[in-house]
């Protein structure tokens, strides 16, 4: 078995085939067979996945190899088409106004193009469970298949697992965790800045293994 898939192993989540998260711990050897990683972040208009809607997706494609080698890194704008029912401190988070997203992508676009990036690829993020909420209901709503892997990664336990009780970080929150790894950060709460900060968090406490 690969060092690499050992010390991912306090973050590994296993999936329903649908891709929905289970509470259940994966074992690193599910990740035999895989090559990529997509480490991803969604931005939402609110924090129900069955009511609100993604606004802007980032992901990072990346080899599972030692180092985790970046192959390609996306995001966009998506647009809404119920912002009504938007709650305004989402909205106020992620910096939404009708100008800012007048060149947004449609969902269904943006769930292509996403697929095209993460084929198969074990999804990854920091404190995934909403996201992966909305990243299953969205493909559900648009009728589209489960394009990636049947395992995710959770970089947050990592990091606690590694960080805690070093005197180093005293929150386990991504921008708190980024600036004690001496990460700088492309702004805050767009997608693909969050999604890029977390790949690097990633890289760096394997880094320390």
Do not use: C
Request: hydrophobic share 45%; glycine share 12%; net charge negative.
């Amino acid at each position: 078995m690969e060092p690499l898939f050992e010390r991912l192993a306090a973050g590994l989540r296993r999936l329903e085939p649908d891709g929905k998260l289970t509470p259940e711990p994966a074992l690193p050897e599910t990740l035999d067979g895989l090559s990529a990683l997509l480490v991803l972040d969604l931005e939402m208009s609110g924090p129900n996945a069955q009511v609100h809607e993604v606004l802007d997706v980032g992901g990072v494609r990346a080899d599972l190899l030692d180092g985790l080698p970046e192959l390609e890194a996306w995001g966009a704008r998506v647009r809404p088409k119920h912002i009504g029912n938007a709650i305004p401190g989402a909205l106020k988070v992620v910096g939404y106004t009708s100008k800012g997203w007048r060149d947004a992508i449609e969902l269904d676009t943006a769930l292509d193009r996403l697929s095209e990036v993460g084929r198969d690829a074990v999804v990854t993020g920091w404190g995934i469970g909403q996201d992966m909420s909305f990243l299953v209901e969205s493909y559900r709503r648009t009728g589209r298949p489960w394009p990636f892997a049947l395992v995710a990664i959770d970089v947050q336990p990592i990091a606690r697992k590694l960080l805690k009780g070093t005197g180093h970080v005293d929150r386990f929150n991504l921008g708190h965790v980024a600036d004690r790894l001496g990460i700088g950060r492309d702004g805050e709460h767009g997608a693909l800045a969050d999604a890029l900060a977390t790949y690097d968090v990633l890289v760096k406490l394997m880094e320390r293994t």
